[in-house]
């Protein structure tokens, strides 16, 4: 044997433990190809029995199932996965009647990819793996069919949603309305303009509860002039009107310029940005008791009762620490206005936590890289990614009574108050 070579044995058990793993992605490939055909089927199934009858004047069926497409490999989580594809002849219902083409959602003809592996690629280009590393990282979680997604498919895809991402910065909001705003603004360690450091996020509630991406731009820190920007183009784009309420840290330049765009929106402080920064004066010994102090303020269940834990918490600390107090008092008209609106919004409008949460998955992925290329791709990374995040964003808890809070009806502790 020479010198400085090393020769690795494999255990048997390694071996079969290698093999078993093999079986076990083997089976569960057939398991997810078998039930992509059984969940196409009942798709094709459903279309026939909604159009099946649609005959000619001699009483033939018009819409009617014609074999399979060729078969073709779908990439996916689990590797590369063989589908056949119903074909469904219906071109001359089509002609007769008003019936559409069949086109499977969960199948789309000339998919080759899952959309779960669009979802890998802006995640690894962000995490920071260079375009020409993309093969084999690829391969590594994709299987070794993933070697096909090249460094100028990559490329190619980038520049796509880069075009997706100028359309989204443009796209027409008349008619839109958004009760709710959460509002902040994000920084990252990867590639800005030096004087632009700075993501600005707004995430909106819809009218039917929907939460919804509604801006994301760089700024410069978070400059009442930056967010003016921001507010003055979703207003040139159609948007008539405010939220009638906006959550977000009390350090932004944003609550200036929403004054002069949209005047009559309410403002609410986000708790958890709030809490942060009180608990950043104090010394650590003391920040237990008083992050209790703070939770018995936000969580009272009635305006008054907060009242009482805010001027308690006063009288406690306002000696020792006071620029903690402080750090409390300045937002103070802007601390209850959550009061004013449903008590099943309160958990969503005492903070600012879907942008957090949605962000806390951007930042962990872009915490070690130190950059993404240019500022369009910094961009179209972060705004890709919260577009994936926002597929599985639920419905705002209680939304059924967005129509009263829109029709201004008043709320007192939460509570609907009828009209004298």
């Known amino acids: 044997m020479k010198k400085g070579i090393k020769i690795r044995e494999v255990s048997p058990e390694t071996t079969g433990a290698v093999k078993a793993r093999d079986v076990i992605e083997d089976v569960l490939r057939q398991g997810a190809r078998a039930m992509l055909a059984e969940a196409v089927q009942a798709e094709v199934d459903a279309y026939i029995e909604q159009y099946g009858n649609v005959r000619d004047s001699e009483g033939h069926k018009l819409v009617v199932r014609n074999g399979y497409h060729p078969e073709r490999q779908l990439l996916t989580g689990l590797g590369l996965i063989a589908v056949r594809q119903p074909r469904i002849d219906g071109r001359k219902a089509r002609d007769l009647e008003d019936v559409p083409a069949y086109s499977s959602a969960l199948l789309p003809r000339y998919a080759r990819r899952a959309p779960s592996v669009d979802t890998v690629v802006p995640a690894l280009y962000l995490k920071g793996i260079s375009t020409g590393d993309f093969p084999s990282a690829l391969a590594a979680l994709l299987g070794e069919g993933a070697k096909n997604l090249s460094a100028s498919t990559v490329t190619r895809l980038k520049a796509v949603w880069e075009q997706e991402y100028s359309a989204w910065l443009k796209r027409d909001l008349i008619g839109k309305r958004y009760v709710y705003f959460w509002v902040d603004g994000i920084y990252f360690n990867i590639r800005l303009d030096d004087d632009r450091a700075c993501i600005l996020v707004i995430v909106g509630v819809t009218e039917d509860g929907a939460k919804e991406l509604v801006a994301l731009h760089d700024g410069i820190r978070e400059s009442k002039a930056s967010w003016k920007e921001v507010l003055l183009d979703m207003k040139a784009r159609g948007l008539e009107a405010g939220p009638l309420l906006a959550v977000g840290d009390g350090s932004m330049g944003f609550w200036a310029a929403l004054e002069e765009v949209f005047p009559l929106t309410r403002q609410q402080r986000c708790w958890l940005h709030k809490t942060v920064n009180i608990l950043d004066k104090a010394p ?29 918490f006063i009288e406690v600390y306002a000696d020792r620490y006071p620029k903690a107090v402080e750090c409390l008092t300045k937002d103070e008209d802007q601390l209850f206005t959550f009061y004013d609106f449903p008590k099943e919004h309160w958990i969503s409008i005492r903070t600012t936590n879907p942008i957090e949460s949605t962000f806390a998955t951007v930042r962990h992925r872009a915490r070690r890289t130190k950059g993404c290329g240019s500022r369009m791709a910094t961009l179209t990374m972060a705004w890709k990614l919260v577009m994936e995040a926002g597929k599985t964003w639920h419905a705002l808890h209680g939304y059924k009574q967005l129509p009263l809070v829109i029709k201004g009806i008043r709320f007192v502790n939460g509570e609907q108050q009828m009209a004298a």
Not at 293 to 303: G, Q, T, V, Y
Request: with cysteine; net charge positive; charged share 35%.
């Open 284 to 312: 650590k010994s003391v920040q237990p008791a008083m992050k209790r102090a703070l939770f018995d303020i936000c969580m009272a269940p009635s305006k008054e009762e907060a009242a009482k834990a805010y001027k308690r």
